[in-house]
């Protein structure tokens, strides 16, 4: 069994800052999987924005790159996404996935 829950997210005025994580507990082995945070907003597809894999290389969706950070820390099982100068069109909820395990997701809402 495996467990992962988001927290971080929250209302912030376009341009601001939020810092995501993702702890895990459970039967996820976190040095030897790749890892991800996806958003969804009302109404549309959940979409990849940002990668790691075992060895810390990163991935990220174009409309991110420069102002998004994933990292992760294996000792404490945690995924974390800074995420900066937040735009209104990415309100959505943040969801982290694990070896195909899913949290409930962080509500994040960016406001022009």
């Known amino acids: 069994q495996a467990h992962l829950v988001e927290s971080g997210g929250g209302l912030v005025q376009a341009g601001g800052s939020l810092r995501l994580s993702c702890e895990a507990s459970?039967?996820?082995?976190?040095?030897?999987?790749?890892m991800g945070w996806y958003r969804q907003a009302p109404g549309k597809q959940r979409d990849l924005v940002a990668e790691i894999t075992s060895d810390f290389t990163t991935n990220y969706a174009d409309s991110v790159k420069g102002r998004f950070t994933i990292s992760k820390n294996n000792a404490k099982k945690t995924l974390y996404l800074q995420m900066n100068s937040l735009k209104p069109e990415e309100t959505a909820v943040y969801y982290c996935?694990?070896?195909?395990?899913w949290g409930p997701g962080t509500q994040v809402t960016v406001s022009s």
């Open positions: 996935q694990i070896v195909g395990y």
């Open positions: 459970g039967r996820i082995v976190f040095t030897t999987n790749a």
